[in-house]
């Protein structure tokens, strides 16, 4: 894929970009072990992750943004224990969802916009207001009092995309979120990610976002497989997926003869 090629501004002019250090994580969902081990270092303004399905990418994000806990081991956010934090974790770190449903809380679209200002001590009314100048400024005036349900899907993660903004955490974690986006609203996205002043984790299949990245982690059976820039990362995973594919067509031509 050719048509995304990454927007050039590669996290300039951030705000002090923060570390977050996972050290000998281990996580267990249900009856699967999904890191054991795991150390990963995360202090660039924007970093790609890609990687099978299942290898681990959205239980990461989890773990990052508090929602999953280690078994053992230890994430820091600036030094500070993650899972111990209160409230300001919210300041710290903010996820969009692969699946717009699973985070959307509010029926109309300035309620949950507003949401996330609520959650830095604004009153109602004001962070309503403030959402709807928001949208304003973004064209999108109409979608103030817009059912959340009258949205499609991309418009719905267009509206977790748009709350992540206005609440600005200092890490903003995306999972796939090109996957429902139409053409323009991958380009927009790709463009809002390019001017965030935050640093900007995202998750994604659709490579051409990621591969002018300064740094991409590849996830594999939940461990880091490589781990540098997104050129030379996107490169070897893609040859990884063309072995993987040309071993398979040849047992199944193998099994067929
Ligand atoms: N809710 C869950 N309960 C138990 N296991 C899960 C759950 N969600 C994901 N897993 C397992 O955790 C592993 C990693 O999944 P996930 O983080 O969703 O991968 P990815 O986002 O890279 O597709 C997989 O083996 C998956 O089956
Ligand atoms: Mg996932």
């Known amino acids: ?32 072990t999904v890191f054991d081990g795991l150390d990963l270092c995360l202090d660039q303004p924007r970093i790609g992750l890609i990687g099978h399905n299942g290898a681990g ?24 224990d993650l899972h111990q934090a209160g409230r300001e974790r919210m300041r710290w ?3 969009m969802f692969q699946n717009p449903d699973d985070q959307i809380i509010f029926p109309t679209v300035e309620e949950e916009l507003a949401l996330g200002l609520q959650a830095r001590g604004q009153a109602k009314r004001a962070a309503k207001a403030q959402a709807r100048e928001f949208l304003a400024q973004r064209g999108l005036a109409p979608w103030a009092e817009r059912a959340i349900s009258s949205l ?10 748009l709350a992540l903004l206005l609440a600005a955490p200092r890490c903003v974690l995306l999972d796939e979120p090109y996957a429902s986006l139409d053409l323009p609203g991958q380009a927009q996205l790709a463009d809002d990610i390019a001017a965030a002043p935050q640093q900007v984790i995202v998750s994604t299949h659709v490579l051409a976002h990621v591969r002018g990245y300064a740094r991409v982690v590849w996830i594999d059976q939940g461990r ?15 040859a990884a997926v063309a072995s993987e594919v040309d071993a398979r067509r040849a047992a199944r031509h193998l099994y067929a003869g």
């Open 1 to 32: 894929m050719s048509e995304f090629s990454t927007p050039p501004s590669d996290g300039l002019g951030l705000a002090a970009v923060p570390r977050i250090a996972l050290a000998a994580v281990r996580l267990q969902r249900g009856q699967t």
């Open 152 to 161: 499609s899907q991309g418009q719905r993660q267009m509206v977790c995309w």
């Open 224 to 238: 880091v497989r490589a781990d540098g820039p997104g050129e030379q990362v996107c490169a070897a995973y893609e």
């Open 93 to 95: 770190v903010g996820m």
């Open 57 to 80: 990418k959205t239980s990461l994000f989890r773990l990052l943004c508090g929602l999953e806990a280690p078994a053992s081991g230890s994430v820091l956010f600036d030094g500070q």
